[in-house]
C-alpha cells in the first residue's frame, strides 16, 4: 500500500460509513494492517492529504496504521458521491432485499460481476465486479435474513489468506 492507495481506502470507508449511518458526529479512527517502509507511507499520504484535509493523522502502532480522521475532514469526505456499486450495496442492504434481488439487480447494472458461493465459514457469497468498475472485493453474509457486506481491497483479502473468486 502506498500513500495514495491509503487515501482512497479512507475516503472510501468514510464514504461508506456515511451511507450506512447517515451524519455520525465525531472523529474516526481507522486502523489497517501493515509491515512496509513507514516513512515513506507517511510522507507520501501527506503529500496526498495536503490542502484537501487538514487534520487527518497518521500513525504507526505495532504493525498497523491508524488514521485519525477530524468530523471536519469527514463532513467534507462525506460530500464526495460514493462510487455507484458501493451506494448500490448500501441500498439493497438498507432495503433488507435477498440474495437473489442483489444477483438481479447488480448483474443487469453491472454486466461481468459475479456473487460466488464462498468456500470459506466467514462468508457466504463473494462479490466480484470487472476491474474497470470496481477493484473492491465484496463479502456477503445472510444473517437473520439481512444480507451484509464487508468490503476488502484485493490486498487486504489475499492477506487475510483468501483466494480470489
Known amino acids: 500500500m502506498d500513500g495514495k492507495e491509503l487515501l482512497e481506502r479512507v475516503v472510501s470507508t468514510i464514504q461508506e460509513m456515511y451511507l450506512k449511518l447517515g451524519d455520525p458526529e465525531g472523529a474516526v479512527s481507522l486502523y489497517y494492517p501493515f509491515e512496509g517502509d ?4 507517511e510522507s507520501e499520504f501527506y503529500s496526498e492529504i495536503s490542502g484537501r484535509y487538514p487534520g487527518i493523522t497518521v500513525e504507526m502502532m505495532s504493525n498497523r496504521l ?3 480522521i477530524p468530523e471536519e475532514d469527514c463532513i467534507r469526505i462525506s460530500a464526495i458521491p460514493a ?30 460481476s459475479r456473487i460466488v458461493p464462498s468456500p470459506y465459514i466467514d462468508f457466504d457469497w463473494i462479490l466480484v465486479f ?16 439481512t444480507v451484509t457486506f464487508h468490503r ?11 483466494r480470489l473468486p
Open 152 to 162: 476488502f481491497s484485493k490486498e487486504e483479502y489475499t492477506d487475510m489468506g483468501f
Open 83 to 112: 462510487k455507484p456499486t458501493m451506494k448500490d450495496l448500501v441500498d439493497l442492504t438498507m432495503a433488507r432485499r435477498k440474495i437473489n434481488a442483489y444477483r438481479e439487480h447488480l448483474g443487469h447494472k453491472y454486466p461481468g
Open 130 to 145: 470487472p476491474e474497470d468498475i470496481d477493484k473492491d472485493i465484496y463479502c456477503l453474509s445472510e444473517e437473520l435474513g
Open 66 to 68: 491508524r488514521v485519525l
Open 38 to 41: 513507514y516513512p515513506n507511507l
